[in-house]
T-cell receptor, first 124, second 107 residues
């Protein structure tokens, strides 16, 4: 069964950092980019960036997160990681990893497999 | 950045109704559009990609159309399990962006 399983919820203080894991199974981990998307309580979806697990941790981050986010991968255990530093109260959200399926043509890109989400609460 | 504007933000409908949700991009996105369904406490679930291609396992009552900047998700006959929030997403250019969502509620 193709799936992404994320680490559990965490409560962090402002200024702290958090590292969320996303373990892939049922497919070749290095064959698909992993993206990260977050969702604040009651809000919409915000894209954070991607990592190419087959590219020596080649990654790309949304401008909103540059300088605070690092996405990495460990191919030996088929796991991607999201690290966010300098946490603020507005970082309180559910963080999702998602597999990007490229389809046959460029316009067919879509997130076909999602992790279950990891709730991160930032509170003093 | 490409802005994705979804409408309506919410709607009430009955089982069996035909439902249409619209997504407008701030610039042309060449059919690089996906639709997702999200239920409370769950991750989004891919319904359609490439604007009109049905993801494997998704019921055929879901369909998508559009081109350029304007896209539509249609549910031909709403079922009880379809009450959820629907998001569009453009994959044409980074940063990838989502519509604000449409909440489909029971009338």
């Amino acid at each position: 069964q193709v799936q992404l399983v994320q680490s559990g919820a965490a409560v962090k203080k402002p200024g702290a950092s958090v590292k969320v894991s996303c373990k892939a199974s049922g497919y070749t981990f290095t064959a698909y980019y992993i993206h990260w998307v977050r969702q604040a309580p009651g809000q919409g979806l915000e894209w954070m960036g991607w990592i190419n697990p087959n590219g020596g941790d080649t990654s790309y981050y949304a401008q909103n997160f540059q300088g605070r986010v690092t996405m990495t991968g460990d191919t030996s255990i088929s796991t991607a990681y999201l690290e966010l530093i300098g946490l603020r109260s507005d970082d309180t959200a559910v963080y999702f990893c998602a597999r990007l399926n490229r389809g046959i043509y460029n316009y067919e890109y879509a997130f076909d497999i999602w992790g279950q989400g990891t709730m991160i609460i930032v509170s003093s | 950045d490409i802005q994705m504007t979804q409408s309506p933000s919410s709607l009430s409908a009955s089982v069996g109704d035909r439902v249409t949700i619209t997504c407008r991009a701030s610039q042309g996105i060449s059919n690089s559009l996906a639709w997702y369904q999200q239920k409370p406490g769950k991750a989004p679930n891919l319904l359609l990609y490439g604007a009109s291609r049905l993801e494997r396992g998704v019921p055929s009552r879901f369909s998508g159309s559009g081109s350029g900047t304007d896209y539509t998700l249609t549910i031909s006959s709403l079922q009880p399990e379809d009450f959820a929030i629907y998001f569009c997403q453009q994959n044409y250019h980074t940063p990838l962006t989502f519509g604000g969502g449409t909440k489909v509620e029971i009338k």
